[in-house]
């Protein structure tokens, strides 16, 4: 097997008239966080649906584990499905259910374990995101924005996934709490060794978390790279992304802690 | 995951006793999907009472963190029965999740509560259903309250909204209301002409037609529609602001909820409800005109002539009347079962299901009422 967990090739996308992507092609490589950044309306999210199989390129390759997913239905992408978890922007548990029920309803749909075992599982599972215990009773709405992403990321590995999908893990969340998601994030890929794609804008958690980035701009890749190496680039959108206020502030925390 | 994919990974989890009884051998891969078998393994295995156990898991081929947990859960229950339990050979990588495991997972399996008894539950739903009905009766007295402010200065009344409500409840009603009570009307037709042929009393179906319809079912059946039609619609767009916090925005901006979104409907109902039912009315006679004329041989004129003594000015207006005050039902319990949503969308569902019951039960129970009432009268 290759050591690239997502390969994209010549991806192109159009919604009617408007381009998102042009050409579009990048690697993830196994075990390493892998992040897609750019301005809003960019096409970051449509990419991640692309590659989890909700949404459907015009042209171009996208091979996950080493199969090509376009054009896949919902029955054939299910054993790839089972391989990667997802954490969807607003964390999208099922607000009927409490946080454990959202984490068991996974394991009951997709292993034989006993009824008991399950609900030990999904505890464990909560926990190791760093939540409370007394956190798996509790329905989604009970839970603050932060404690709603956990358990959003809870489920998405309830089923101990190679690949892990995360739409803005930290997207409104408090400086705290977002801290809490960045070493989380690190975390669970060095101890579960997963590999981890996500969609950011949060420049402070791609400098503590991510390995490689990839900066998406007027439809196409404009730079891909450690966010060293990117910092140094001089194409004017990345630089903007960079050295921007807001971006000047998060480079220069990341070199104080170094 | 480590290493799930590799075939060589992927033999068949075990445990069993090993070479001494204080000696347990763990082997195959430890993960998620052959944890089912392995756990009902686990729960007949023989274990020795030794005082000191050894769990060799050098042949363990892969492991992710529910493997690590029942690992975890072995040893412990293990443990519970007096024994001391050693895990060794566990490969480095196994080791670090294994012990992340231990450290992160809950000292005890979260208890589920308690299912709460019959006693309980008829008392907690006798509960429930008393907060529900001081919620309706505060909930009318809010919008009475707000009603009449609107009232007191016209410039707050807003009338877009209701003739927009108008348009969606009343209007757009017209056709299914009228098939519905044109088909009563036939049903209602064909039934009495039996029974009218066999006495000769062909001329009454005119009286039991115009009677039933315009006095007792044009209403009724108008109000249930209209209560499945737009007091269902009521609950479900309340609720969804509620969920997506628009109420809570209402109110900072400082726009009554109640103004903006129930007077409206309430009004827009009150006007829309007796004009629908002057429709049925209509259209229920003109459907027993149809049936009486094959059936028992009344041509339209006759049934015409005869409906002007048959159905009296009161008797219309009676059925009219109950009209505004089964709008005002339906538009209350749609608007107030919106508001009684909690936070997710099952609760969404529930409300609207909810509200259509509890409307529908009101305005049969209240037109009992009425009758009862016009008994008493003697109207």
């Keep these: 097997m290759s050591g690239n967990v997502i390969e994209i090739e010549h991806l192109d996308t159009r919604f009617g008239d408007a381009v998102v992507h042009r050409d579009v092609g990048f690697a993830v490589r196994r075990g390493e966080i892998f992040a897609l950044v750019g301005a809003s309306g960019c096409g970051k999210s449509t990419l991640l649906r692309e590659t989890i199989v909700l949404q459907r390129p015009q042209r171009g390759s996208i091979r996950v584990f080493g199969t090509e997913v376009v054009g896949l239905d919902d029955e054939q992408a299910l054993p790839l499905r089972r391989r990667w978890g997802v954490m ?89 709490s977002a801290t809490g998601i960045d070493e989380l994030v690190r975390n669970l890929r060095d101890a579960l060794g997963l590999t981890i794609m996500m969609v950011t804008h949060d420049l402070d958690l791609l400098w503590r978390t991510a390995d490689r980035v990839a900066v998406l701009g007027e439809g196409r890749i404009l730079g891909i790279g450690t966010m060293a190496e990117l910092s140094r680039s001089d194409v004017p959108l990345i630089h903007e992304y960079f050295y921007g206020p807001r971006g000047r502030a998060a480079r220069e925390q990341a070199w104080n802690r170094k | 995951m480590t290493s799930t994919t590799d075939p060589a990974a992927q033999a068949i989890a075990e445990i069993r006793p090993g070479a001494t009884p204080a000696e347990l051998r763990c082997s195959g891969a430890w993960v998620l999907h052959a944890l089912g078998a392995l756990e009902r393994h686990i729960a007949e295995l023989p274990v020795a009472r030794e005082r000191e156990l050894h769990i060799d898991a050098s042949a363990v081929s892969a492991m992710d963190t529910a493997g690590a947990w029942l690992l975890c859960r072995t040893m412990r229950r293990l443990e519970q029965r007096g024994a001391t339990v050693h895990i060794d050979g ?14 992160r997972a809950p000292a005890k399996a979260p208890a589920a509560a308690a299912a709460p008894g019959t006693l309980e539950r008829i008392g ?6 008393l907060r529900g009905a001081v919620g309706l009766l505060a909930f009318v007295g809010e919008a009475a309250v707000a009603l009449a402010r609107s009232l007191a200065s016209s410039n707050r009344m807003r009338w877009r909204p209701i003739l927009y409500n108008i348009q969606k409840a009343g209007f757009e009603a017209l056709p299914i209301t009228g098939l519905l009570s044109f088909l009563l009307g036939i049903v209602i037709a064909y039934q009495g002409a039996e029974q009218l042929r066999r006495v000769g009393a062909n001329i009454y179906i005119v009286d039991l037609v115009g009677l039933s319809m315009a006095r007792e079912l044009s209403p009724l059946i108008t109000a249930i529609i209209v209560a499945g039609r737009s007091g269902s619609a009521y609950a479900a767009q309340i609720g969804t602001m509620k969920v997506t916090e628009e109420i809570d925005a209402l109110r900072t901006i400082g726009v009554g909820p109640i103004d903006l979104l129930v007077l409206p409907k309430v009004l827009a109902l009150i006007i829309a409800l007796p004009l629908l039912t002057v429709y049925t009315d209509v259209m229920g006679i ?38 505004p005050v089964f709008a005002v039902i339906i538009a209350l319990v749609g608007c107030y079962q919106g508001f009684q949503v909690t936070g997710s969308a099952d609760s969404v569902g529930r409300q609207t299901t909810v509200s259509v019951v509890q409307s529908i039960f009101l305005v049969i129970v209240t037109d009992a009422l009425f009758s009862i009432a016009f008994s008493w009268f003697k109207l």
């Design chain 2, 286 to 323: 003109l459907g027993g005109m149809v049936m009486a004329r094959p059936q028992l041989g009344v041509s339209f004129a006759t049934f015409l002539d005869r409906l002007g003594d048959a159905v009296s000015l009161t008797s219309y207006l009676i059925g009219i009347g109950k009209a």
């Design chain 1, 88 to 176: 969807f922007e607003r964390g999208a548990l099922f607000s009927a259910l409490t946080v454990s029920e959202n984490v068991c309803m996974v394991l009951e749909e997709h292993t034989d374990l006993g009824p008991a075992l399950r609900v030990e599982v999904a505890a464990v599972k909560i926990a190791l995101t760093g939540l409370p215990a007394d956190a798996g009773p509790k329905f989604p709405s009970e839970l603050s924005g932060g404690m709603r992403k956990r358990a959003a990321l809870a489920r998405a590995m309830a089923l101990d996934p190679e690949l892990l999908f995360l739409d803005e893990p930290t997207a409104g969340l408090d400086p705290l």
């Design chain 2, 124 to 129: 907690r739903s006798a509960l429930e259903s």
């Design chain 2, 90 to 103: 566990l490969r480095p990588e196994f080791e670090a999740l294994y012990r992340l495991v231990t450290s």
